[in-house]
Nanobody, 120 residues
Framework: QVQLVESGGGSVQAGGSLRLSCIVS???????VGWFRQAPGKEREAVAC???????GYADDETGRFTIIQDRSKNMLYLQLNNLKPEDTAIYYC???????????????WGQGTQVTVSS
């Protein structure tokens, strides 16, 4: 089992920044960890992942604004969100145990989510 707990969400104005944190109780070798989000009325979508070798992968729309960081020594996964837009409003989830970077269906373990609200 892997437990994940997100924090760091909140309300910001457009152009602002947030840093989301996720405590990951343990790392499963050979698997992906990642961040996903779900906006009201929309399907869950991928944001970014850390691949088993430690390099990052991003959904096309977020390249340059978002940065995923893993600190394995502290069992932490972070998502730095910069230049936020109203359309970034969503619940953000961290996930673990994935077998494909940006495919949420391959992830086994999920956190409870943290709300990000961006106002114009």
């Amino acid at each position: 089992q892997v437990q994940l707990v997100e924090s760091g969400g909140g309300s910001v104005q457009a152009g602002g920044s947030l840093r989301l944190s996720c405590i990951v109780s343990r790392t499963i070798p050979g698997t992906y960890v990642g961040w996903f989000r779900q906006a009201p009325g929309k399907e869950r979508e991928a944001v970014a992942c850390i691949k088993p070798r430690g390099n990052a992968g991003y959904a096309d729309d977020e390249t340059g604004r978002f940065t995923i960081i893993q600190d394995r020594s502290k069992n932490m996964l972070y998502l730095q969100l910069n230049n936020l837009k109203p359309e970034d409003t969503a619940i953000y989830y961290c996930a673990a145990g994935g077998s494909a970077c940006l495919n949420d269906r391959t992830y086994i373990y999920w956190g409870q989510g943290t709300q990000v609200t961006v106002s114009s």
